[in-house]
């Protein structure tokens, strides 16, 4: 230690000054106790768990809810996109969609349905409504009607334009929109009533079908059917009344809950609703017009 200190005169000389030097008054900072080291004395100091704050934030924070619901939303955007790129509701109930776009629609429905905003879609108010037929499958009342109309008429005979359904009151209304020769419009009319059998099942009873009487859009008839259709105005102008008002009135076919099926809704949400057979088999229906007091008079396909 002496030959250290000997190679470096400075440090002697200063640790002799600071030796001989008072301290008296000089002012010093006593640490905290608990902060100061002794022997054996391991300072311990709080940690911060940035672990739970991240997971709590990812989870249900305001962050995870937005970017569930802009996956929520752009998951039905692109379903709706399937709906044009196979065709619409026109290539579905002609038989023209193909396999690739059937599969391509299917795996969309799927992606929406685990998204599903409704726990209780049997109860919900979004559920009551004017709802629109987007696609369906075997075994559905809009395949049903589909069929009734393509089976009696050839397809360049008549179409089927659009298919609505009503929800109000535990009664269901299918109606089918038809178009014959483009001039002769007409609508098949199934009545059904509904009931909840759990939160996400509902039943479904077929009570009646109507074919309502057709309605004639005089200036689109062709010319060459215009002199047959004047002598048919005419002829049914001298039937007896009561046949009359029966035609008026439409042909009614009484079902008497003969048939029913039971259906599940595997996501609702105040644009959209998708419903399961006991096949598995879904159908797609986007929101016409919410429910209200003054449905029915809007509306007469409201009245139950």
């Not at 300072?43 to 768990?49: E, K, N, Y």
């Not at 009931?195 to 689109?220: A, D, H, N, Q, W």
Request: hydrophobic share 40%.
């Amino acid at each position: 230690m002496a030959s250290l200190q000997g190679s470096f005169p400075a440090i002697s000389a200063m640790r002799s000054s600071f030796s001989s030097t008072s301290l008296t008054g000089v002012p010093f900072i006593r640490l905290p106790e608990c902060n100061r080291r002794s022997p054996g004395h391991r300072i311990r100091r709080p940690r911060t768990s940035f672990t739970a704050m991240v997971q709590q934030t990812v989870e249900g924070g305001a962050p995870a809810t937005y970017a569930k619901e802009m996956e929520r939303l752009s998951a039905k955007e692109s379903l709706l996109l399937a709906f044009k790129d196979a065709g619409g509701f026109e290539a579905l109930v002609s038989g023209k969609t193909t396999d690739m776009q059937r599969i391509d629609v299917n795996e969309r429905i799927t992606g929406l349905e685990r998204l599903n905003p409704s726990p209780r879609p049997t109860t919900s108010p979004f559920l009551e409504g004017l709802w629109n037929f987007e696609w369906f499958g075997s075994g559905s009342p809009g395949l049903f009607a589909a069929k009734v109309i393509f089976e009696r008429f050839p397809s360049t005979l008549a179409g089927l334009s659009k298919m609505n359904l009503v929800l109000k009151d535990g009664y269901a209304k299918v109606t089918a929109h038809v178009k014959l020769l483009n001039s002769i419009e007409t609508k098949f009319v199934l009545s059904t009533k509904v009931s909840v059998e759990g939160p996400l099942r509902m039943k479904e009873e077929y009570v009646e079908g109507i074919f309502e009487s057709p309605t004639i859009v005089e200036e689109t008839i062709p010319e060459q059917l215009k002199g047959a259709y004047s002598q048919a105005l005419a002829t049914a102008q001298q039937l007896p009344v009561p046949i009359r008002d029966a035609v008026a009135n439409g042909l009614r076919v009484p079902l008497s809950g003969t048939f029913q099926r039971l259906f599940m809704i595997s996501y609702l949400d105040e644009e959209i609703l998708i419903i399961r057979d006991t096949a598995g088999i879904p159908e797609v229906l986007t929101r016409l017009e919410a429910p209200s007091s003054g449905m029915s008079e809007i509306n007469p396909e409201y009245e139950s």
